[in-house]
């Protein structure tokens, strides 16, 4: 799953949107655990009103308060936002847990867009550790059976169970190395130009994994 993206930044949802920007981090975050594709706006009513029960879906499946041990899932929020403004204000509201591709990366999220059809919004593509599509798009899903859906997709993920391994190996905490310090300037700091027009892709083969 990590191969997903190779060479790219993944944004923790925190206060200062720390970087996960090496391979190992990204791997540890994703490894045997289902991952779901976000696609959406914030200044989309139906993005909104479908936002709030994302929510409530991941929260369940996560938070201590609901479960002890959080379940094998992760989300990554591609927007489709106007400004970075917007998907920050809308992220300031989101779980914590949630991964973000970096508004900058206006040609990668059109990839992402092309390589697994999405053309409406919202969309939640859910796939297996292994890059298999598991769902194209799964809101409605979600909206019909809360929770539940995760166990459908649970069922044929090829999820290796850890359930007999102790809770705290299950902590958001990414290990940092000793050469931290060499890890380059956060993200938001090193702005790339945005490219103010980009050929449209065509999806050829939708089944890409």
């Given at each position: 799953m990590a191969e997903l993206f190779t060479g790219r930044i993944l944004l923790q949802n925190n206060s200062s949107q720390d970087e996960l920007d090496t391979e190992r981090e990204i791997s540890q975050?994703?490894?045997?655990?289902?991952?779901?594709?976000?696609?959406?706006?914030?200044?989309?009513?139906?993005?909104?009103?479908?936002?709030?029960?994302?929510?409530?879906?991941?929260?369940?499946?996560?938070?201590?308060?609901?479960?002890?041990r959080a379940s094998q899932?992760?989300?990554?929020?591609?927007?489709?936002?106007?400004?970075?403004?917007?998907?920050?204000?809308f992220l300031?509201?989101?779980?914590?847990?949630?991964?973000?591709?970096?508004?900058?990366?206006?040609?990668?999220?059109?990839?992402?867009?092309?390589?697994?059809?999405?053309?409406?919004?919202?969309?939640?593509?859910?796939l297996k550790p292994s890059g298999q599509v598991i769902s194209w798009n799964a809101v409605d899903e979600i909206k019909r059976l809360g929770p539940a859906a995760f166990k459908n997709w649970q069922e044929v993920a090829d999820i290796v169970n850890r359930d007999f391994l102790p809770p705290d190996y299950f902590t958001d905490q990414v290990n940092r190395s000793l050469t931290d310090f060499l890890r380059r300037p956060k993200y938001k700091l090193e702005k790339k130009k945005k490219n103010d027009g980009h050929e449209e892709e065509e999806n050829d083969e939708k089944g890409f994994f």
């Open positions: 975050r994703l490894e045997n655990r289902v991952l779901l594709l976000f696609f959406g706006a914030s200044q989309s009513p139906t993005c909104q009103d479908f936002a709030k029960v994302l929510k409530e879906f991941f929260i369940r499946l996560t938070d201590e308060f609901y479960v002890n899932v992760v989300l990554v929020y591609v927007s489709e936002d106007e400004t970075e403004e917007q998907q920050d204000d300031r509201d989101m779980p914590k847990k949630w991964l973000v591709v970096p508004f900058e990366e206006d040609t990668f999220k059109r990839e992402l867009e092309v390589m697994f059809g999405v053309e409406d919004i919202p969309t939640v593509v859910v």
